[in-house]
């Protein structure tokens, strides 16, 4: 899970100083009992004009590794970016990817102390390779302490913007839905290749269906692009598979 820096303070209520590392979110639950969850934090200097000029790289460059439970393992420095809103992402990002990848393709070669690039599982499952568990993390807690009168249920589907968000939604249930017992059946019955061009082809319907956008609008040309989308999906799973 991805909390902001600025939402989480550690268990004696002091402010959070080493956000590279991963912690585990100490909270309880609607009976009072204590439920903790592996949580990494991402900065509160999240901007798109940042990640997409690749500004993470340069800070990671200038850190440490660190000890967790007696271990030397990497930090990481984890950002998100909130979309489209300067057009940076798509105008900047993709040449900045391309070179940062490949001055870290560089730094390999030269047998210098490297940076490279996780995504937030890949990077627990390596710190769980060193011997890391969630119990050797330090902890954390929500900086306004929940209580179990204070907690309400608030359904994940459920957008302030979306306008009429419930057909876009069923859209994209059943879509998704379809794929998984497609590719289930295939993969129960028979080989299924995930590289083959009709297995991401479908992958990649299912995946753009998901959009934030078209749930976020709910009505419009948005609406009208989700419902191409998800026909040309179940089209691809009925005939090509």
Request: with cysteine; glycine share 6%.
């Amino acid at each position: 899970m991805l909390v902001k820096e600025g939402t989480v303070e550690t268990v004696k209520g002091e402010a959070i100083t080493s956000p590279q590392r991963p912690y585990q979110l100490v909270t309880p639950n609607s009976i009072g009992r204590k439920i903790s969850i592996t949580v990494l934090i991402h900065s509160q200097e999240n901007k798109s004009s940042s990640v997409a000029r690749m500004q993470p790289y340069q800070e990671a460059k200038a850190l440490s590794p660190i000890v967790l439970n007696g271990k030397t393992v990497p930090p990481m420095i984890t950002r998100i970016a909130d979309g489209e809103n300067a057009g940076v992402m798509m105008n900047e990002f993709p040449s900045a990817f391309k070179r940062t990848w490949h001055m870290m393709s560089l730094n390999k070669q030269g047998k210098q102390a490297g940076i490279t690039a996780f995504n937030g599982t890949e990077y627990l499952n390596a710190l769980a390779m060193k011997g890391i568990q969630s119990g050797d993390l330090p902890e954390c807690q929500i900086k306004r302490p929940v209580t179990p009168v204070g907690l309400s249920h608030r359904p994940m589907n459920k957008d302030s913007a979306a306008t009429h968000p419930r057909d876009v939604l069923a859209l994209i249930d059943d879509l998704s839905s379809r794929f998984h017992a497609v590719t289930a059946h295939v993969s129960a019955t028979s080989f299924l290749d995930r590289r083959e061009h009709r297995y991401r082809n479908a992958l990649l319907h299912n995946l753009l269906l998901q959009t934030s956008c078209f749930r976020s609008w709910g009505e419009g040309d948005w609406t009208e692009y989700a419902q191409e989308i998800h026909r040309r999906g179940c089209a691809i799973l009925e005939h090509d598979f």
